[in-house]
């Protein structure tokens, strides 16, 4: 009889335990076909590209040998505001102020050009859009740059930090990702972690294991502009109101010690 609480307790401590295996990112898992150290992993083949979007920000910026032609295309102190802005910051996009925003119709508006339909285009098809427009108003040659605001994504649940952040790259890792939103809390299922993507037209959402090697060679591996990642939390966070595993194990290990004097002091008066 006095053994039994010492067997629950193994079973508690057991039960509370993480295999390791569920920790530890880009594993050879059963059943796959191992990827060694230092072998190339070729990247995915995806057909798809990030498209804009309505309500996507981009900048658009002009350039001529002759400088007053450019200046009518200039919201007033846009040029000197974007310069001032650095590298952005937080979760907004650094163009905001300063860009075009695509409206619900698909449309950007210029001044001199008018509206010109971009969404449901690449960054690149819509910067020659925006250029066969422009040559068809000038006959001096006048250079058009178009872009994203860096890639904004969003993370909730079990990261180290959640929120919209942006990534001032023009192409970003899943890992990318996880380092900027801080590692991902010891209790997160790495084996699930949700991505919901947007596309042309609506919204998917896809699942990656971070403890998978093959992820490297996954179409998801990038991540894309507007992208949320989700992570789970492990059964274990349910038990008491722990932010992290030593706390969840320490609660767990006063509640057996008080169950354990509480059968000895009983166990003695019999």
């Known amino acids: 009889m006095r053994k039994l ?17 569920r920790l530890t990112y880009l594993q050879n898992l ?14 995915a083949e995806v057909e ?30 846009s040029r000197g505001m974007r310069g001032g802005m650095g590298m952005g910051g937080g979760g907004g996009d650094i163009f905001y102020f300063t860009g075009y925003s695509i409206d619900q119709q698909g449309f950007v508006e210029i001044p001199k050009l008018g509206k010109i339909e971009i969404a449901g285009l690449t960054e690149e098809e819509a910067k020659e859009k925006v250029q066969e427009a422009m040559d068809a108003f000038f006959k001096e040659s006048i250079f058009v740059k178009l872009r994203l605001g860096g890639i904004r994504f969003t993370t909730l649940g079990e990261f180290g930090s959640s929120g919209t952040k942006v990534i001032m790259k023009n192409r970003a890792t899943i890992f990318d990702a996880l380092a900027m939103s801080g590692e ?54 349910q038990i008491g109101s722990a932010d992290n595993l030593s706390s969840s194990l320490g ?3 006063s509640i057996s010690s008080s169950v354990l004097v509480l059968f000895a002091l009983l166990s003695g008066g019999l």
Do not use: W
């Open 5 to 21: 609480p010492l067997f629950l307790l193994l079973i508690v401590l057991t039960a509370s335990c993480i295999s390791n295996k």
């Open 30 to 43: 059963p059943g796959d076909e191992p990827i060694g150290l230092d072998e190339l992993i070729p990247f």
């Open 48 to 77: 798809y590209r990030y498209v804009l979007q309505p309500f996507d920000i981009v900048d658009i910026d002009f350039a001529a040998s002759d400088e007053e032609l450019t200046k009518a295309f200039e919201f007033q102190g």
């Open 184 to 237: 991902s809390n010891i209790l997160a299922k790495k084996n699930k972690l949700f991505i919901i993507r947007h596309y042309d037209g609506g919204t998917k959402i896809h699942q990656i294991n971070l403890n998978d090697r093959k992820l490297l060679a996954s179409p998801y591996f990038f991540i894309q502009p507007n992208d949320i990642l989700y992570l789970e939390p492990m059964r274990i966070r």
């Open 251 to 253: 609660l767990i290990l």
